[in-house]
């Protein structure tokens, strides 16, 4: 499917330049770009690499000299990143699931689906199950009992969505996610050793062994709308009280959040991060890939964590946080220059210490 | 369905007090708990919430004055935590996956199972399996050549057992979990640049391309009773021998447990853990999520580590660890605070030393 | 099946000596091997364990006196562990899949299968998908439109492919991979806290609400020849251009490959590394388990990051790291013994502050 350049402006409300009924059959990087590919050049050094493909037209920033580069027709954008999120989904060619019930899905007749639903081969919808309109169920999901899901959902394959999950509308799961697994809490008859080793910030005491108790998992999970959730990630189901996720937020693939957590609105949580039980965490906050997040801590709004920051403690609203333990990111990176001053500054010290010590010996 | 404050008790062996005629529909927290549900108050400071709900009947601890919260009836119970467990399981509504073998199950005529045993849609079942009595397979879950599952196993949506894996009684896994994928051993034809910087640590000599040859698992996974694996994570298979879980162990989601790794009873092991291959890990072990720990390693009963633990060396019995390297709690605590105070610790030993060097200008 | 010594070492390439009409059913290691298995040791540290077995026969390093172990046959290699490769792929049972295409399987009248094709049950074959000759698709598998996979492709239970995604020759997925799953692309319409932050290391400025705009995903995931990927693991496709990862790459269980990333050829990821989105990875890379590499860096041929690493900035080639952040592994070692000395020095330090100063006070 071809576009004019005319349309894709019109369509993201921008300014277009040049010949802008040329059209374009997909986007493309600004080297590689053939002749009917829009090129992307959301900045001036991105632009320089042009001259090496063939695009006749680009997105460019505002008040780029498009000419310059050779180009035919231009977009311009005050922000191309952004601009970029209306333009990919213009192009987007999808998964083509196929629209319609497959005949293999098994929906049970005490599950309501809405207008336009369709529902890939090989999915179980179970009794009790409310599906909003014109959501896409693809192929080998399985979505339990009493799940209700909003409308304009997309399940990518294999999606699981376990008994009594409610989820709000635009839902979008990658393959293999998990929503309502069993939460993780287990219990001793006596104080093991880990409550010990709490209390005491390192002793268990004497540890006699002990065997693991159940605690079902009798909450839910509640999601909010606009949620995003990657593939093979996990949001476990509450001990009693449901897990909640916030409107607007999304989650990278591998993720893990346990139970009872409490996450706000638009947070944005990369890949591998884990949220141990029971934390809550604010509005707006970014953990960076495989962060982790003890349990029962609360992280503020607007905390952002760097790459592998392993969160032992609560943090305040708007900190930027970095390292294990995690620290301020300016504490961190002072901290660790230090380090590696460290072994010079322990042979200075010798020195130091001998210079010293030398008058005293001629005392 | 309902349950009188008197039945919930003897149930769980506990003592009730005041009208244990009352019953109630679920159980909740203090501040949410609606008049018809139990709410949970294990300590004091949760017991102050139980004014904000409507709860007439709570579990408490034991020896609660449980009047003066306005209550009607309670249960009390000395490890309030424990009781949980088996209240949980008594009020635990499940999956629903329905009983019976359903129609489109694919078992194999050469698999055998027990009595009462459950499979969901679209579950296969290959040759030569056994499933205990009583055993509920989910619905989307492959079971492998030749495995065999102990009585009362639980699989959830979509789980995947290899050949040759044997589990013992009271299984549980979790949706997406993995048993008996192939270990990852790989060897060169020459020896490689890993093994020379294991030797050397640190430096690889000259390296020269080459490229991996697989090494199959020939091995299986051996798991004893009581085990429950989490969403999403993997045990694989041994090279060799067999990858082997004992009793009691229980493994949250997205957990790696690598070939050949050997794991005592009683283990607890949080989620995304990994642990490479070979290693040895001893009885009533503890690894906090997102710890990992290299392949070779013993680690002995007892051990706890704290969340993010990254283990590079075996680990005496009893000791608790944090850190990466990991080290005994204490040390890593006392490092960490000193860390801190390094940057401050330069800028007064460069005035220490210009003052010792003073003098010296003056000789 | 038996094999005789012989054939066993005609196979592998390599000599044998004593009885090489003796036969064995399967291999062992030297402790635990029976009568009618071929032991394994390839050191003589393992060598010692075969009198605590019953072997006859085991394979050994070059110039091993065989006879001095009681064996009546030996195979001999220069390096066994090379050999072992070759080994266990001959003695493999395998996964017992079985061949043809199940009659559940659901193969697009528009798809293409090769030569010797085998699909298992409820697997998905969508339209456009080309299937190389002799490939075993196990069940429960779904592929989606337009994907191309080369020969000899080998699928476990619950792969994912993505549409669009081409993958090379004798390709091998482990239960619950997913290839192509959508990248974690995500734009606010104003600049965020977290670009603000990149650009200052730390401080996000004033903060006010913005939702994530998604970018969705064009590109696919373009991987060549030899490559594994283990269970759960996860490749995301590209934003504009394919996410490529070159010819024999071998990746562990629990793997995240953001989008863009390009992976070069023969690299070993081990279980729970995530690279984050558009990171250049060269050849002949290892990366040890719950690695992390952040995003848009570039990583040299050769190097090699032991378990935990967490890498924050580019990395020359040839290099070998740790630690987080990622520095040499050497520096890494000297400066964690230097902080394990930390507290004591600044005990020292205050003693020598204090010695200093007396002579001043009595100036």
Known sequence: ????????????GLVAEGDISLTVAGIAEPAS?????????????????????????????????????GLEAAILSKRPRYAMANLSALMDRGQGYGSGVHPTALIDPAAALGEGVSVGPYTIVAAGVRIGAGSVIGPQCHIGWDVVLGDGAQLHAGVRIGARVRIGARFIAQPGAVIGA?????????VSGV?????????????TAQSWSRIHSLGAVAIGDDVELGANSCIDRGSVRDTTVGDGCKFDNLVQIGHNVVIGRDC??????????????????VLGGQTGVSDNLRIGNNVITG?????????????????????????????????????????????TQKSVSKPDESD
Chains 1, 2, 3 share one sequence.
């Not at 002749?35 to 505002?62: C, F, H, T």
């Not at 069993?182 to 006596?190: A, C, I, L, R, W």
């Open 268 to 285: 944005l949580i990369c890949a591998q991060v884990g949220v141990a039980g029971s934390t809550v965490i604010g509005d707006n906050v």
């Open 182 to 190: 069993d939460g993780f809490s287990f219990v001793t008859p006596e």
């Open 33 to 69: 770009a053939g002749p009917d590919q829009l090129a992307l050049a959301m900045r001036p050094d991105y632009a320089d690499a042009l001259g090496q493909g063939q695009a006749r037209a680009a997105m460019l920033w505002e008040g780029a000299d498009w000419r310059s580069y």
């Open 307 to 351: 790459g592998g920051t392993k969160v032992l403690s609560s943090i305040p609203a708007g900190r930027v946080m970095l390292g294990y333990p995690a620290v301020r990111m300016e504490t961190h990176i002072e901290s660790y220059k230090a380090l590696r001053r460290l072994p010079r500054l322990l042979r200075d010290l010798a020195k």
């Open 1 to 12: 499917m071809r576009h004019s350049i005319a349309d894709i402006a019109a369509a993201l």
């Open 195 to 207: 409550e010990r080793a709490r209390d005491s910030l390192g002793s268990t005491g004497t540890e």
